[in-house]
């Protein structure tokens, strides 16, 4: 099939080359897929955009944008074809709940403080989906993020729902208590160990949370730093004239 060349595409050539694609006679992969088998191909392509914004590298950012994009259009396209919404409905949307959580820039709301800003935007958040308990808020997180980011998100919208640690020394308590029961958990109860586990780590979550630090990047820094302590007792190891693993290395 011959497509026309242009200097430079915008976002209709776009859905119309997804469009081509899933035709009767475009690609046989892409005319076959469905949300449910490429939605591991959206997760993917996120992550790879964040590896960019990390190397801080424009280029490759904007080639997994890119990449983001087609996935936000393949998905739309697929509902088109049902007749069930178009680009210009995600569109529309997506400005009216921009519009409708920001009445401090849109409206006639004043705010002082980014805090401000997120409890209005919980607080208008549960109105238009008509939650009326906290805990249909901590129920609206997605079970699909990342465990810890999870947590982190939990935390955070119990504490701007009023719901929070009062210091620190009452999140260090807690975290006594859970290492205390976890050391005193016999290895065989693994049920007991995974249960007192899970706790430890959400109130460690807690506790960044509380303090102002993102769990996740921190974890993120915690691996890199372990690769390279890793990798110097590997290169000592070396000059010695052993391998790591007989070195006596616990990097």
Not at 162 to 174: K, L, N, P
Request: glycine share 4%.
């Amino acid at each position: 099939m011959n497509y026309k060349e242009k200097e430079k595409y915008d976002i209709n050539d776009l859905i119309e080359i997804v469009q081509i694609l899933r035709s009767p006679d475009g690609c046989p992969w892409d005319k076959v897929q469905t949300h449910e088998s490429i939605r591991r191909e959206f997760i993917e392509e996120v992550y790879e955009v964040i590896d960019a914004i990390d190397a801080k590298d424009t280029a490759h950012l904007r080639e997994e944008l890119g990449d983001v994009l087609f996935q936000v259009i393949f998905h739309t396209v697929i509902e088109m074809e049902q007749q069930h919404f178009d680009l210009d409905d995600v569109t529309d949307e997506v400005c009216r709940k921009m519009i409708i959580r920001h009445p401090h820039v849109f409206g006639d709301i004043d705010v002082n403080s980014t805090d401000e800003v997120l409890k209005n935007w919980d607080a208008i958040k549960m109105q238009t989906h008509s939650q009326k308990k906290p805990s249909e808020a901590l129920d609206s997180v997605s079970r699909t993020l990342p465990s810890l980011m999870r947590a982190e998100k939990l935390h955070k919208k119990a504490a701007r729902g009023g719901v929070s640690y009062s210091s620190s020394d009452e999140i260090y308590a807690e975290i006594d208590e859970k290492l205390a029961r976890l050391r005193s958990i016999p290895c065989e109860d693994k049920d007991q160990t995974h249960k007192v586990t899970g706790e430890l780590l959400f109130a460690l979550v807690g506790l960044s949370a509380f303090n102002g630090v993102d769990f996740e990047r921190s974890l993120y820094d915690a691996c890199e730093d372990y690769i390279e302590r890793f990798r110097q007792n590997e290169m000592a190891a070396g000059a010695q004239g052993v391998e790591i693993q007989d070195s006596g290395s616990k990097a």
